[in-house]
């Protein structure tokens, strides 16, 4: 397999031109095929005629891969305050001096570990059920807070199917991940979970 440099030239037929032209390679933000986002500062094949892309060569394909991989896409809600509180609470009993990032990553790892988990609904619908239980109060108005995080495409599928699956909105499915974290961590400490937990935050510094 030829490794192409910029700068390098090469020929391919330009599908806007309609026939065989010079290209050369260069660095060019890329649109992802479906058109969500782009693939930045990718090394590609640039008609010299009309300046559009012509080729991608193999070699900047897994630069695209992680790019796409790490599109980001917006999840926000509205939480009883109640919820935050538990999960910044689980997030200094994992780590204390964790950063305020950590609250994001130990919910995506929740809802990674959710989403492949083969009892994972069952645990979903077990906290959902606890936490009608525990924090739903008609004489009191609990105030609610906004919760707001970026997080990967593959992830937003993954919870976009708990919905599906467990048949809970966004916010009721994100109040039974904080519940299923504050059993684990909280309530009744699983050592190894912690310990993974510890290992996370750690790495995500």
Do not use: W
Request: aromatic share 6%.
């Amino acid at each position: 397999m030829k490794l192409f440099i910029d700068g390098d030239q090469s020929r391919a037929i330009c599908n806007h031109c309609r026939k065989m032209v010079s290209l050369t390679f260069k660095r060019r933000d890329v649109p992802f095929s479906d058109k969500k986002g782009f693939a930045h500062d990718i090394l590609v094949g640039v008609c010299d005629q009309c300046d559009h892309v012509v080729s991608i060569p193999a070699q900047s394909t897994p630069a695209i891969s992680e790019s796409r991989r790490k599109a980001l896409r917006s999840i926000e809600v509205r939480l009883p305050a109640i919820y935050l509180d538990m999960l910044d609470l689980a997030a200094f009993t994992v780590e204390p001096d964790s950063t305020p990032d950590f609250r994001k990553d130990l919910l995506c790892y929740y809802i990674h570990d959710l989403a492949h988990d083969p009892k994972g609904i069952q645990r979903l619908l077990s906290a959902h059920k606890l936490s009608l239980v525990s924090y739903t109060i008609d004489t009191v108005k609990i105030p609610r807070r906004r919760l707001s995080m970026k997080v990967p495409e593959k992830l937003k599928v993954e919870l976009q199917r708990l919905e599906s699956e467990s048949e809970l909105n966004t916010t009721d499915l994100l109040k039974s991940v904080v519940f299923d974290i504050q059993r684990d961590v909280l309530q009744k400490p699983k050592p190894l979970k912690i310990k993974a937990l510890q290992y996370l935050a750690m790495v995500a510094g």
